[in-house]
């Protein structure tokens, strides 16, 4: 069993920066694929980031590309996610995942979630 906690949310003007960190707990944590999804009420859960086991491979959505980064630390079984000029539309729940899939984008790839964190960006 795995567990995921993730920290970091808040609320922030648009421009600002916030860092996510999720922690991984329960399980090998370097050989499978973390990713970063975030919902707003009433839409499905989107696709964020995702870093491959190693880190050297990461997927970044293109809403955010530019904007957010997301790294891996394998030591300290800990996934980030770098938000810069946060802008309005970034408002959402984060949530942190890890799965097994060599696919990324699907949340069906990911088979663990942490709790989720609110971001809130205000105009």
């Known amino acids: 069993q795995v567990q995921l906690v993730e920290s970091g949310g808040g609320l922030v003007q648009a421009g600002g920066s916030l860092r996510l960190s999720c922690i991984a707990s329960g399980r090998t944590f370097s050989t499978y694929r973390m990713g970063w999804f975030r919902q707003t009420p009433g839409k499905e859960r989107e696709f964020v980031a995702a870093a491959s086991w190693s880190g050297g491979t990461r997927y970044v959505a293109d809403s955010v590309k530019g904007r957010f980064t997301i790294s891996r630390d394998n030591v300290k079984n800990t996934v980030y996610l770098q938000m810069n000029n946060l802008k309005p539309e970034d408002t959402a729940v984060y949530y942190c995942?890890?799965?097994?899939?060599?696919?990324?984008?699907?949340?069906?790839?990911?088979?663990?979630w942490g709790q989720g964190t609110q971001v809130t960006v205000s105009s």
């Open positions: 995942a890890l799965g097994y899939s060599r696919s990324y984008e699907r949340s069906a790839d990911y088979d663990y």
